[in-house]
Antibody, heavy 122, light 108 residues
Framework: QVQLVESGGGVVQPGRSLRLSCAAS????????MHWVRQAPGRGLEWVAVIASDGRDKHSADSVKGRFTISRDNSKNTVYLQMNSLRTEDTAVYYCARDLHIAAAEYHFDCWGQGTLVTVSS | EVVLTQSPATLSLSPGERATLSCRASQSVGRYLAWYQQKPGQAPRLLIYDASNRATGIPARFSGSGSGTDFTLTISSLEPEDIAVYYCQQRSNWPQITFGQGTRLDIK
C-alpha cells in the first residue's frame, strides 16, 4: 500500500523559514508528479504546489509564489517544501499528495499523507 | 480563478437514504472535476475523478455526474461510515487548482 509520511512541521515565528519533507514508499516515486495541499484549522483545502516526476517543471499557487519552493530527490523518494517569509495565514496542516496519473501531472490526488501541522505565530 | 460553490453546506440524512451533493463552477471546467471525502482527523480520500470515474477501491454506492459548470456526487444508500466532509476540486484551470468549500454530511 502506498505510503506518504510528512515531517518538519512545528511552531515558527512570522518571517522565519521551515522545510517540510514527505517520504514516499511502496510505489515508483520517480514516475509520479507530487503535490502539496494545505488546510487551515477548521477550513477547506488549498492546493499549494506541484513538481513533475523528473523535477524539471514546478508550479505554485499565487498565495505562496516567491516564498515557497517545491523540490524532490528521486534517489531518496522524498519531496520537499521550503517555506520562507512565513505569515500567520500560512498556519495549516500540510499534506503531500501523489498525482493520480503516471508521468504527467493531471492535478487529481489519489494518495495523501497524514499531514504535518505548521503554526506561524509570534 | 475558478470558484467552486458546493451545496448544501450541511446535509443530514438517515442510513439507507440517498444523498445528493452539488458543486457549481463559476466557469466551465469540462469534465475535469473530482470529489474527495474527508473524515474527522483524517486526510482526504479521492472518490471520483474526471466527473464520473470511481477511484480504486471506492464502493459502487458513490457515483458522480455532470459536465461544464454543474456536477453532482450521489451516495445511493447511506452507510454510517459515510459521515464526512465532501469536497469538489477542479483541474481545468491548472495550475490554478481550486476546491469547493465542502459539504458536511451527517447521519441522523
Amino acid at each position: 500500500q502506498v505510503q506518504l509520511v510528512e515531517s518538519g512541521g512545528g511552531v515558527v515565528q512570522p518571517g522565519r523559514s521551515l522545510r517540510l519533507s514527505c517520504a514516499a514508499s511502496r510505489f515508483t516515486f520517480s514516475s509520479y508528479a507530487m503535490h502539496w495541499v494545505r488546510q487551515a484549522p477548521g477550513r477547506g483545502l488549498e492546493w499549494v504546489a506541484v513538481i513533475a516526476s523528473d523535477g524539471r517543471d514546478k508550479h505554485s499557487a499565487d498565495s505562496v509564489k516567491g516564498r515557497f519552493t517545491i523540490s524532490r530527490d528521486n534517489s531518496k523518494n522524498t519531496v520537499y517544501l521550503q517555506m520562507n517569509s512565513l505569515r500567520t495565514e500560512d498556519t495549516a496542516v500540510y499534506y503531500c499528495a501523489r498525482d493520480l496519473h503516471i508521468a504527467a501531472a493531471e492535478y487529481h490526488f489519489d494518495c495523501w499523507g497524514q499531514g504535518t501541522l505548521v503554526t506561524v505565530s509570534s | 480563478e475558478v470558484v467552486l460553490t458546493q451545496s448544501p453546506a450541511t446535509l443530514s440524512l438517515s442510513p439507507g437514504e440517498r444523498a445528493t451533493l452539488s458543486c457549481r463552477a463559476s466557469q466551465s471546467v469540462g469534465r475535469y472535476l473530482a470529489w474527495y471525502q474527508q473524515k474527522p482527523g483524517q486526510a482526504p480520500r479521492l472518490l471520483i475523478y474526471d466527473a464520473s470515474n470511481r477511484a480504486t477501491g471506492i464502493p459502487a454506492r458513490f457515483s458522480g455526474s455532470g459536465s461544464g459548470t454543474d456536477f453532482t456526487l450521489t451516495i445511493s444508500s447511506l452507510e454510517p461510515e459515510d459521515i464526512a466532509v465532501y469536497y469538489c476540486q477542479q483541474r481545468s484551470n491548472w495550475p490554478q487548482i481550486t476546491f469547493g468549500q465542502g459539504t458536511r454530511l451527517d447521519i441522523k
